[in-house]
């Protein structure tokens, strides 16, 4: 089996570390067992460029006993866990081209290997699949049913190629359900952003002033952790509606220009280009932190904090100094990149459940659906979202009230009640 990972020797420590995910992932554990016994995805063939996990080995594993042939790729050079590469491919037999802090060139040899295994299927994060498959392949659409896309800048740029008429296969927006972006982005990319800026500085919360970046289903999640450590939490936002609701949470709002004065530790969530750039560097505050946990690095003009600096060292794992004339220092985490993923686990195996589930249960849909969907951005569909809810309340152990027959008629009805 084709495959190019760090280290196979890894791989037991790999599946003990897969096992543990598993535990707090009971609705995608359904879902494989019933993938198991009706094997849905027989023979088809899945391309999966998603950030190398442990909850990614076991979507993984569910997409094999539903009977398909699974390839992994990373979908960023930094957020691999070579262990769970190994074991995917010693134990679980699915070809996996990712090792942690591959190269740029690595990277893309990665998603190319991940390619040549023709899948009729594709599974992104960040669209890196399809991008290369029209700038590169574009003989290979005909066989692709269609794709499912996992993140917000992923889906942004789908909607794009659909608006320009370029998309050449359906994808299902795994990321617009709402058991996906209002439980994974929020509460997901809260911990964990702030589990890695912890991990990799060992910095005390409290009392630090912490500008988030962005107060969309990431931002919201950061700052809210971020402030139940205790650090004063300061938002900049460019819709006047997000800022708002900022405010009404309780957080200072203010534009970046004045957030760059005062900060001691900045994240970025905002899908967007350059939110902090050299002008903003220039004025922060000696031993001020800069971190970035949206899809890409381009959130933090990097170029331009070079361009700053006299001198560059790593003082830390995932943290560098860039030492300016006047001797002030500014630490980048992670080289810009998700630094959720970079220096700590990624989210936590109970919120990627449901992101999962979404992932597994629209694979399952496209292959369903044939041919039959046009080459657009499609929602996963109701059910699938609503179903997933339902599982992991049961899993909890949580049941809900069901509307009474005279509830459902009041609720349908315009003439009753004034
Ligand atoms: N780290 C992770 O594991 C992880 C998980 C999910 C999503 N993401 C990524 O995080 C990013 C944000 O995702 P989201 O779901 O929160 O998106 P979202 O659309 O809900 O929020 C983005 C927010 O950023 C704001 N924004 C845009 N430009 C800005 C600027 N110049 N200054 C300040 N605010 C600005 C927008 O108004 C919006 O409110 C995306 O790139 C997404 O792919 C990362």
Redesign the pocket.
């Known amino acids: 089996m084709n495959h190019d990972v760090r280290d196979l020797s890894l791989a037991g420590a790999g599946c003990l570390r897969i096992e543990w995910a598993d535990r707090t992932m009971p609705v995608l554990q359904r879902i494989r067992e019933r993938f198991a016994s009706e094997k849905p995805l027989r023979g088809v063939r899945v391309a999966a460029c998603l950030h190398v996990t442990t909850e990614t080995g076991n979507l993984m594993r569910t997409l094999v006993a539903g009977g398909a042939e699974a390839a992994v790729c990373a979908s960023n050079p930094l957020s691999t866990q070579d262990d769970v590469a190994a074991a995917l491919v010693q134990e679980f037999g699915v070809p996996t081209f990712a090792i942690k802090g591959e190269d740029n060139d690595t990277y893309y040899r990665h998603i190319n290997s991940a390619l040549d295994t023709r899948p009729n299927v594709t599974m992104d994060d960040g669209a890196d699949l399809v991008t290369t498959i029209f700038s590169t392949r574009p003989e290979t659409v005909d066989q692709i049913l269609g794709g499912t896309e996992e993140?917000?800048?992923g889906v942004i740029r789908l909607k794009s190629m659909a608006a320009n008429n370029v998309l050449k296969y359906p994808i299902i927006a795994v990321n617009d359900a709402q058991t996906k972006?209002m439980f994974?982005?929020r509460y997901g990319?809260g911990q964990s952003?702030v589990d890695g800026i912890v991990r990799a500085t060992n910095l005390l919360m409290a009392g630090a002033r912490f500008v988030v970046?962005?107060?969309?289903?990431?931002?919201r999640g950061i700052a809210m952790r971020a402030r139940g450590l205790g650090a004063r939490v300061v938002i900049?936002?460019?819709?006047a509606v997000?800022a708002i609701e900022a405010v009404m949470d309780g957080y200072e709002v203010m534009p970046?220009a004045e957030a760059a004065r005062i900060g001691d530790v900045f994240v970025t969530?905002?899908?967007?280009k350059n939110?902090i750039r050299r002008e903003h560097f220039e004025i922060m505050k000696d031993g001020a932190i800069v971190a970035n946990?949206?899809?890409f690095n381009v959130e933090l003009d990097i170029p331009g904090l070079e361009s700053l600096a006299v001198s560059q060292r790593d003082v830390r794992p995932f943290v560098r100094e860039y030492r300016l004339a006047d001797g002030r220092a500014i630490f980048l985490l992670g080289e810009g990149r998700?630094i959720?993923?970079a220096a700590a686990e990624?989210?936590p195996a109970a919120v990627m459940d449901m992101s999962f589930a979404n992932q597994a249960l629209s694979v399952e849909y496209l292959v369903r659906k044939g041919k039959s969907l046009a080459r657009k951005v499609y929602p996963v569909p109701q059910e699938i979202d609503e179903e997933i809810a339902r599982l992991k309340l049961a899993s909890m152990g949580m049941a809900i009230d069901v509307l009474t027959d005279e509830q459902r008629e009041y609720l349908k009805s315009w003439q009753e009640g004034t």
């Open positions: 993140t917000t800048t972006h994974d982005n990319t952003t970046v962005g107060y969309g289903w990431c931002g900049t936002e460019i819709d997000k970046i969530v905002t899908g967007n939110v946990s949206g899809h998700l959720n993923l990624g989210h």
